[in-house]
T-cell receptor
Framework: ETAVFQTPNYHVTQVGNEVSFNCKQT?????MYWYKQDSKKLLKIMFS???????VNETVPRRFSPQSSDKAHLNLRIKSVEPEDSAVYLC?????????????FGPGTRLTVL | GDSVTQTEGPVTVSESESLIINCTYS????????LFWYVRYPGEGLQLLLK?????QKGSSRGFEATYNKETTSFHLQKASVQESDSAVYYC???????????FGAGTKLTIKP
C-alpha cells in the first residue's frame, strides 16, 4: 500500500515530558512536512525536508526538532511539552520534480498534554 | 504574507440542495499560485479533492467544482446537489510551483441533513 503512515495515533503525556512521533511515506516522494492543527482546526506548516535536508523551518519553539534518516522518513521530537502543544500533528509528502504542489497527508497524531 | 480566507463554519445544508463554500486568497510571495480544495471525511485523513494551477481554469471532482478567478482572487467550491456522504471538513489552500509551502484556510465543517 502506498500512502503516508504516522505513529502513534494518539499520545497523552504530562507537561515537561519528551515525546516523539514517526512518519513514513511509501509514495516515492522526496519531500516531507510536519503540520500542526490546533484546537481551532487551523493547519500551520512547521517543517519541511527535501532529501533529508531542512528546507522550511517556520517559527516554532526550539523544543520542537524534526529528524530525517532518509527521504521516506520524517520524525518529530518535542523535548519538554507544554499545554499549548496539545494538537493534531499531520505529516505530509510531495515530490520536488512535480513542483511540490500536491501534498499527500497522513492520518495525524493527536497529542494531549495534561 | 500569503493567506486564505474561507466561509466560516459550521455549515448545514439539506440533501439535494446546492452548496457554495467561499474562498479568497492573497498570494504575496507566489508568482503563479496553485489553488486546492482538500477534504477530511469523518475518520479519514486529509485528502486532495481538486486542484487548479492555471488562472481561469475550472477543476472538478466528485460533483464539486471550483474556478480559479485571478481578478477576484477567489476559488469558491460549488456543488449543485449535495449528498449526505459530502459531510466533511473542507479546506481551501494556496501553493505554488516550486514553493514548498501550502497555506491553508481555517476549514469549513459541512453537515448534510438527510
Amino acid at each position: 500500500e502506498t500512502a503516508v503512515f504516522q505513529t502513534p495515533n494518539y499520545h497523552v503525556t504530562q507537561v515537561g515530558n519528551e515525546v516523539s512521533f514517526n512518519c513514513k511515506q511509501t509514495l516515492g516522494h522526496d519531500t516531507m512536512y510536519w503540520y500542526k492543527q490546533d484546537s481551532k482546526k487551523l493547519l500551520k506548516i512547521m517543517f519541511s525536508y527535501n532529501n533529508k535536508q531542512l528546507i522550511v523551518n517556520e517559527t516554532v519553539p526550539r523544543r520542537f526538532s524534526p529528524q530525517s534518516s532518509d527521504k521516506a522518513h520524517l520524525n518529530l521530537r518535542i523535548k519538554s511539552v507544554e499545554p499549548e502543544d496539545s494538537a493534531v500533528y499531520l505529516c505530509a509528502s510531495s515530490h520536488r520534480d512535480w513542483g511540490y504542489a500536491e501534498q499527500f497527508f497522513g492520518p495525524g497524531t493527536r497529542l494531549t498534554v495534561l | 504574507g500569503d493567506s486564505v480566507t474561507q466561509t466560516e463554519g459550521p455549515v448545514t445544508v439539506s440533501e439535494s440542495e446546492s452548496l457554495i463554500i467561499n474562498c479568497t486568497y492573497s498570494a504575496t510571495s507566489i508568482a503563479y499560485p496553485n489553488l486546492f480544495w482538500y477534504v477530511r471525511y469523518p475518520g479519514e485523513g486529509l485528502q486532495l479533492l481538486l486542484k487548479v494551477i492555471t488562472a481561469g481554469q475550472k477543476g472538478s471532482s466528485r460533483g464539486f467544482e471550483a474556478t480559479y478567478n485571478k481578478e477576484t482572487t477567489s476559488f469558491h467550491l460549488q456543488k449543485a446537489s449535495v449528498q449526505e456522504s459530502d459531510s466533511a471538513v473542507y479546506y481551501c489552500a494556496l501553493g505554488g510551483y516550486g514553493n514548498e509551502k501550502i497555506t491553508f484556510g481555517a476549514g469549513t465543517k459541512l453537515t448534510i441533513k438527510p
